[in-house]
T-cell receptor, first 113, second 109 residues
Framework: TAGITQAPTSQILAAGRSMTLRCTQDMRHNAMYWYRQDLGLGLRLIHYSNTAGTTGKGEVPDGYSVSRANTDDFPLTLASAVPSQTSVYFC????????????FGPGTRLTVL | GQNIDQPTEMTATEGAIVQINCTYQTSGFNGLFWYQQHAGEAPTFLSYNVLDGLEEKGRFSSFLSRSKGYSYLLLKELQMKDSASYLCAVSDSNYQLIWGAGTKLIIKP
């Protein structure tokens, strides 16, 4: 079972360029999440989706957008990257709303120059 | 505001016991999670507490006191593979997870 996959594993991006980070899960989980993890800070929620067709803003949504066209996929788009978006990005999923364990993908390491 | 505090780094000896503390102030409380994260890898679930008391799972135990806004993760019989960061996270009133910055645990032989 693959669980959650993310692509690419790492990327170097020029400032001002756009990029989409991909996330796919095969657990039929309803809820999905995008976090960024920076040194010395906890995981910070960027956007989430409680079910296919719906999305919501997390703690740090500015500069990012998401879509949830189906249950399995939850791509994160940076429309015009800036150096402060250099981070490790984790996608996660859980069975549904409410309290449940979140399962994480392997992460994407993004550097914006 | 919402806040999760845990020590930045701890050092312990192989075979010993270590306790990692976490204090929290959040808008609402729907449970507390502990995750383990090895360097360069994704976080993985360790434990979940929603009621006061101790939950034991093999070498790992987690304790919660809701009145004190306090939890700890207890690791027994430490092994070198336990060297990792341990993340405390609270599910708030909106069921969003608020994460601490993590405690880096270094195990020495």
């Amino acid at each position: 079972t693959a669980g959650i996959t993310q692509a690419p594993t790492s990327q170097i991006l020029a400032a001002g360029r756009s990029m989409t980070l991909r996330c796919t899960q095969d657990m039929r989980h309803n809820a999905m999440y995008w976090y960024r993890q920076d040194l010395g800070l906890g995981l910070r929620l960027i956007h989430y989706s409680n079910t296919a067709g719906t999305t919501g803003k997390g703690e740090v949504p500015d500069g990012y957008s998401v879509s949830r066209a189906n249950t399995d996929d939850f791509p994160l788009t940076l429309a015009s990257a800036v150096p402060s978006q250099t981070s490790v990005y984790f996608c996660a999923s859980s069975e549904g709303e409410g309290v449940s364990e979140q399962f994480f993908g392997p992460g994407t390491r993004l550097t914006v120059l | 505001g919402q806040n999760i505090d845990q020590p930045t780094e701890m050092t312990a000896t192989e075979g010993a016991i270590v306790q990692i503390n976490c204090t929290y102030q959040t808008s609402g409380f729907n449970g507390l999670f502990w995750y383990q994260q090895h360097a360069g890898e994704a976080p993985t679930f360790l434990s979940y507490n929603v009621l006061d008391g101790l939950e034991e799972k093999g070498r790992f135990s987690s304790f919660l006191s809701r009145s004190k806004g306090y939890s700890y993760l207890l690791l027994k019989e430490l092994q070198m593979k336990d060297s990792a960061s341990y993340l405390c996270a609270v599910s708030d009133s909106n069921y969003q997870l608020i994460w601490g910055a993590g405690t880096k645990l270094i195990i020495k032989p």
